[in-house]
T-cell receptor, first 113, second 111 residues
């Protein structure tokens, strides 16, 4: 079992839809949870990060972490064609920089105008 | 622009050859990470350097090596290249484990 599992999609939704992206993980030592967005032929860019369990909202994006279920989610409200990209979840044990990020394989999202 | 610079952007080379990928981190970032991204494996962590010293090692092959220089730039050396080494290689830098800033990547094609 991989440390981080993410449905690769592809996921296609109409403009304005609510998008739900998810990852599960097996390492209970993960404390920091991130979502990255990667456009085609570009490097990943950090969207949001959360520490431990709970929710965090930033504009149209909401990140949720449920450590008891080892499950994290990213919700995108009022999705736009510009949101079309691959979304990668990433996690870290956060041991003073000694443990690097572990990534999911990414979910490819297409938002159709 | 993330502030992380990778060169070259594209590289085509033959099997058995050796190449060097270069990364300049964001100003002030002491940590540099190297990742390999392929379609079937996703983004795989290779190695991390912190202020010139190796800090963590991931799924890096023995044919691959890296170093970080006193000016904090880093190089990833790939030798005895095989077709399966064709991938995108990303460098990232960070000041903490909370944020990693990625470069645009080097697309390596081994023919």
């Amino acid at each position: 079992q991989k440390e981080v599992e993410q449905d690769p999609g592809p996921l296609s939704v109409p403009e304005g839809a609510i998008v739900s992206l998810n990852c599960t993980y097996s390492n209970s030592a993960f404390q920091y949870f991130m979502w990255y967005r990667q456009y085609s032929r570009k490097g990943p860019e950090l969207l949001m990060y959360t520490y431990s369990s709970g929710n965090k909202e930033d504009g149209r994006f909401t990140a949720q972490v449920d450590k008891s279920s080892k499950y994290i989610s990213l919700f995108i409200r009022d999705s736009q064609p510009s949101d079309s990209a691959t979304y990668l979840c990433a996690m870290s044990e956060g041991n003073s920089g000694n443990t690097p990020l572990v990534f999911g394989k990414g979910t490819r999202l297409s938002v159709i105008a | 622009d993330s502030g992380v610079t990778q060169t070259p952007k594209h590289l085509i080379t033959a099997t058995g050859q050796r190449v060097t990928l270069r990364c300049s981190p964001r100003s002030g970032d002491l940590s540099v990470y190297w990742y390999q991204q392929s379609l079937d494996q996703g983004l795989q962590f290779l190695i991390q350097y912190y202020n010139g010293e190796e800090r963590a090692k991931g799924n890096i092959l023995e044919r691959f090596s890296a170093q970080q220089f006193p000016d904090l730039h880093s190089e990833l050396n790939l030798s005895s290249l095989e077709l399966g080494d064709s991938a995108l290689y990303f460098c990232a830098s960070s000041a903490s484990e909370l944020e990693a800033f990625f470069g645009q990547g080097t697309r390596l094609t081994v023919v």
